[in-house]
């Protein structure tokens, strides 16, 4: 039996820039992941990866060729789907991005406010359970400072799962890390993810991670090398 497809991406080009100066970066992509499928996209800096997320993401607007993220088709749509598309995905970049004011719960938390049907209880619950499965329970009060880099990824993967994403997606995740923080910080990911039949993208030049992929494809000047 086959899963349903998550994300399906059929002849997508994307360029940057306008007439003489236009770079095309994106050519022909296609590629189709199923629903809880674990893909990385490797690949030399400057082949297309984060462009190609952002507009997965729906945080970058394409315009040839088809984007059809969770049934919803994202080239030349308008503003709401794209944000339709955002409140069901989870991001996890390369720096961690959490607040440096707000605590590890806090933060992990804070992406749950949108929610209306959660109260402010439910949300810190939430939150606090999805911390201790990062292996962060003894650490909620902890300002970003006061953690190790490990410690912060594990928070921004916290904060990432915390709302029940069907899709995540990061952006070399493992960069600011040593071998063994990254490792464990993307089998967790990747432990938490299947579980749950989220499905995760992950783009990284870090050969040492590939390994916990069910697939690995390879993006070289825009063209999809592998599939
Ligand atoms: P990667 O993530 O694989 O390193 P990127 O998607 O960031 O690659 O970049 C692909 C190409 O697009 C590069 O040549 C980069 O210089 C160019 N590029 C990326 N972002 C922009 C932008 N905002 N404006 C113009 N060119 C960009
Ligand atoms: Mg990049």
Redesign the pocket.
């Known amino acids: 039996m086959s899963m349903p497809i998550a994300i399906d991406v059929d002849r997508l080009n994307f360029s940057?820039?306008s007439g003489v100066l236009t770079?095309p970066?994106l050519k022909n992509v296609t590629i189709s992941i199923q629903q809880g499928e674990i893909v990385l996209i490797t690949?030399?800096?400057?082949?297309?990866?984060?462009?190609?997320l952002t507009i997965i993401g729906g945080l970058r607007q394409a315009s040839h060729g088809s984007v059809i993220v969770l049934d919803q088709q994202l080239i030349n749509s308008d503003e709401q789907a794209k944000i339709k598309i955002r409140k069901q995905i989870g991001y996890i970049f390369q720096q961690h991005n959490l607040l440096k004011s707000l605590t590890a719960l806090q933060n992990v938390s804070m992406t749950l406010e949108m929610s209306n049907t959660m109260t402010e209880q439910q949300r810190l619950d939430r939150s606090e359970a999805m911390l201790a499965a990062v292996g962060l329970g003894d650490r909620l009060d902890y300002k970003p400072d006061q953690l190790s880099a490990g410690q912060r990824q594990r928070v921004s993967i916290a904060r990432a799962l915390v709302g029940q994403p069907k899709i995540v997606l990061a952006?070399e995740p493992t960069a600011s890390l040593d071998k063994q923080s990254g490792y464990e910080a993307v089998s967790l990911l990747k432990r938490l993810a299947k579980e749950s039949q989220t499905t995760i993208l992950l783009?990284t030049h870090d050969y040492r991670i590939l390994d916990i992929a069910d697939r690995v494809v390879e993006?070289e000047d825009?063209v999809i090398k592998k599939v």
Not at 43 to 52: D, E, M, R
């Open positions: 940057f820039g770079q970066v690949g030399p800096s400057g082949s297309g990866k984060t462009t190609f952006d783009v993006l825009g």
